[in-house]
């Protein structure tokens, strides 16, 4: 998708009328979810009969189909889009609820993973490095083979631990 595209949409609808296409388009509804802002201009696109990135070409050479699209997605698109967007966010604002009403360690140990992990990377691979150079010492470095294994364990539990269960499962089947 072509960055040049959205801004030139969002005018576009503001100034055929399209309050709901050029909401979605400048981020006011579903502000950072680009899947919302594709949504819309594939449904532009759709309409126009032509592939999204040809659409700022459509706008030079044919200004009035692009209005058009534009209208017709207003109508079309946009409602069903919301709603989808209304239910994705619902769904996991009751997933965030739902976690915090558990004990703190059954959701804490993924942030504090992830954190922990980029700290030993970040020492590994900087911190130490220039310690050592700093103040002439040789600080042992931890095996990067090891913290490789841990950063995949991590990642294997992260991603529902089915990943690790399947690898074993898989290795113990040979």
Do not use: C
């Amino acid at each position: 998708m072509l960055p040049a595209i959205v801004p030139l949409l969002a005018s576009v609808a503001a100034s055929v009328g399209a309050p709901l296409v050029e909401r979605v388009l400048a981020g006011r509804i579903g502000a950072g979810n680009a899947s919302l802002v594709s949504g819309m201009v594939k449904a532009i696109a759709g309409h126009a009969g032509v592939a999204p990135e040809e659409l700022p070409e459509l706008h030079r050479t044919d200004p009035d189909r692009l209005a058009v699209s534009v209208t017709t997605a207003e109508v079309d698109a946009a409602p069903e889009l919301i709603a989808l967007y209304a239910s994705e966010l619902e769904s996991k604002t009751t997933l965030l609820l739902a976690e915090m009403r558990e004990p703190r360690w059954t959701w804490a140990w993924r942030p504090l993973g992830m954190y922990g992990i980029g700290a030993l990377w970040f020492w590994n691979v900087i911190v130490l490095h220039v310690l050592n150079a700093v103040f002439k010492i040789a600080l042992p470095q931890m095996p990067l083979g090891e913290l490789f294994n841990l950063t995949a364990l991590f990642l294997g539990l992260y991603m529902g631990g089915h990943t690790v269960k399947d690898a074993v499962g898989k290795v113990a089947s040979r």
